[in-house]
């Protein structure tokens, strides 16, 4: 990792959390939001990791913590004596330029405390040397921040508040750059949300529906949003490292282990096909073997799939994906969904030939005028698409959709 790499996210803690050292009070402050109404809330990891005590101011302490260090994610659960109003994922892919909003507890120790919206723009599609799982914001975000829901201007969820860049960046480039913010991407934290069995709401804009003010969109969606407090031995907390996840290269781990991504296809090169297994069977079989760098079962016809490399996950409701911990600082959590036997006309702009599954992915991924590909495998034949038409089933054709 560069030196630039470590220092841009090294004041994470401060830039992200809001810190107070008092005597009995909470260490630090984040943010958090309902994904689930019966009392599931989602935040950053740095937000609860060093917490021997998780509070949600108003709502009680917080219980049974789900972390995802990797990429900057943690969901906490409360006991909601009434539903909680989960906020709603969008479906849609984000584009270049979208206005959001951000709701949080910045600053609370210092300013008021209650909850606070700030109006930005989506500078980039990807976050440091271009890392997918983030979106570049324009939103001003400040300590406390950390953990929040930044939504589009209907309300529909499309990332979660995760860090800035710090004063060592700036005095390291020589210049002070203005509201370089990083949100970590919705579809990220519904992967880490599947992986822990727990469903989210998803939803997009209706045609008709009129556009909505941010005073309303505040209205509604502030009561979704909590503040989080944090409490543990000072000494503790201190000695918290920043999650270099969030868009740089965390520590290798020491131990090869496999981590799930349910719902998923690893996508990768395949080197062996093993038929009629359990998803169990396929898991020891890649853990027994030194090539095995992750793994895809169909569900469907029971068969694993071992590949020796992984650059990227794909959505796929036949299948069950895990990968080695040791790449996890490069798997991609790609937005697409992949879809076996299925196609949509029209919309080709591009055409590949001669190529393989993973390189038609790579050419789609990298391109912003590309919506979807259709992968031919017989033909060795790729079609990337600039608009989507009405699905159809046809055989013999993988359709991978932004």
């Known amino acids: 990792m560069s030196p630039l790499f470590r220092i841009l996210f090294a004041s994470i803690l401060s830039t992200g959390i809001a810190s107070n050292c008092l005597a009995d009070s909470p260490n630090s ?13 989602l935040t950053n990891a740095h937000v609860v990791e060093a917490c021997s005590r998780i509070e949600v101011k108003g709502k009680g302490d917080a219980t049974d913590p789900r972390i995802d260090s990797n990429n900057d994610l943690a969901l906490i659960k409360i006991a909601a004596p009434e539903p909680l109003k989960p906020l709603v994922f969008r479906r849609s892919a984000t584009r270049l330029g979208e206005d959001l909003i951000a709701i949080g ?43 929040g829901p930044v939504v589009d201007r209907d309300g529909f969820l499309m990332g ?18 203005q509201n370089v913010n990083f949100a970590i991407r919705a579809s990220v934290a519904d992967l880490f949300m599947q992986s822990q069995s727990i469903a989210s709401q998803s939803g997009d804009r209706a045609a008709d529906q009129p556009p909505i003010s941010t005073a309303d969109l505040a209205e509604k969606l ?54 009629d297994v359990t998803y169990s069977d396929c898991h020891e079989i890649c853990e027994s073997d030194g090539r095995c760098k992750a793994i895809t079962y169909n569900t469907k016809y029971g068969v694993c799939f071992l590949k020796d490399n992984v650059v990227a996950l794909i959505r796929n409701s036949d299948a069950l994906a895990a990968y080695s911990s040791m790449k996890a600082t490069s798997v991609i959590m790609s937005d697409f969904t992949s879809y076996s036997g299925m196609d949509t006309p029209g919309g080709d702009y591009r055409r590949l030939r001669d190529t393989n599954y993973l390189e038609c992915f790579t050419a789609c991924i ?16 790729c079609w990337l698409k600039d608009s989507l038409g009405h699905p159809r089933i046809t055989k013999g054709v993988e359709l991978g959709v932004k």
């Open 105 to 147: 507890y910045p600053l609370a120790t210092l300013l008021a405390d209650s909850v606070k919206v700030t109006t930005g723009n989506v500078n980039a599609l990807a976050g440091v040397r271009n890392d997918t799982r983030y979106l570049q914001i324009s939103t001003p975000i400040q300590p406390g921040n950390s953990g």
């Open 29 to 41: 402050s984040g943010t958090g939001f309902a994904v689930t109404s019966d009392g599931w809330l």
């Open 366 to 381: 990298g391109d912003n005028v590309c919506k979807a590909f259709s992968y031919i495998p017989k033909k060795s034949e």
């Open 222 to 275: 502030t009561p979704s949003v909590f503040q989080i407090l944090c409490y543990g031995k000072p000494e503790a907390q201190a000695a918290v490292q920043p999650p270099q996840s969030s868009t740089s290269a965390p520590a290798q781990p020491t131990t090869a282990a496999l981590i799930d991504a349910r719902g998923c296809d690893a996508i990768g090169f395949d080197y062996r096909t093993v038929k």
């Open 160 to 177: 979660i508040t995760s860090a800035t860049l710090s004063k060592e960046t700036a005095d390291q480039i020589g210049i002070t750059a």
